[in-house]
């Protein structure tokens, strides 16, 4: 697996899963209790889907199996044409990532990959992301706006500020911009295509964009989710993950 391309597999890890911005009036002071985001709730998770991953240098797409056991493993593997390329296996200690093309191997700390994004990344901020549900959890000194259709959650996490627009009739979140406050690094997320996933609902398609610079310059990758599969329960669901003797670490 190529740098760009391992890059790629990271942020679609970190920030798995358009929506139309809205140029209204905003009005202050909206009352806090009026806001109560839903979050999808499960003991497993399972689903599918097809990625466009995009960089300035290629596209390509794969398809993507991934399961997820609350607060505890997110397992997924990616193929090409029915061939199987990678895998990764995240828990709350340390994100591995196969690749069976290259026949190697790499493994992340969330304290490299902060560092590497300039944002605080986590077990719990990587599984609310793909789930659709709130990245930072809400505090008291939590700023809520409301623009029309829609609620402005603004928060601050070191020095990465972060505003959630909220639908007000779903309560579901539609979109995610998280910016640090002294470098052009930026990460936005934005989730459609809600569909009931048990008694929730859940973004069956997502687009995210991060910018962030490197020595070459300001870089942009952009990933496409398509779900066409995602369900939630209680039957247990299996983790498999091995690496082979012969593979390579990186």
Known sequence: MSKPSLLLFITI???CVACSKKTVSPTFGTPKSTLNIEEIDFDYFQGKARMI???ANKEREVK??????KDSVIWMTFSVIGVQGGKALINKDSITIVSNVDKEY?????????KRFKIDINYRIIQAAMLGNPVIPREET???????????LKQQTGDV????????????IEKVEMKEGNSSN?????YSNFQPVGNKIFPYNGTIN???KTVSGLLNTTIIFEYNKAEVGDRELKFPFNIPKRYERR
Do not use: G, H, P, W
Not at 106 to 114: H, I, K, M, R
Not at 164 to 170: H, R, T
């Open 64 to 69: 993507a199996n991934i399961r997820i056991r």
């Open 210 to 212: 991060l910018f962030y």
């Open 142 to 152: 939590d700023e809520v706006q409301q623009e029309s259709s829609l609620y402005l």
């Open 186 to 190: 930026s990460l936005m997320i934005n």
């Open 13 to 15: 890890i970190t920030f």
């Open 53 to 55: 991953l995009r960089d």
């Open 161 to 172: 500020n972060v505003v959630n627009y909220i639908n007000a009739a779903s309560q579901k």
């Open 106 to 114: 790499y493994v992340f700390d969330y304290a490299e990959l902060s």
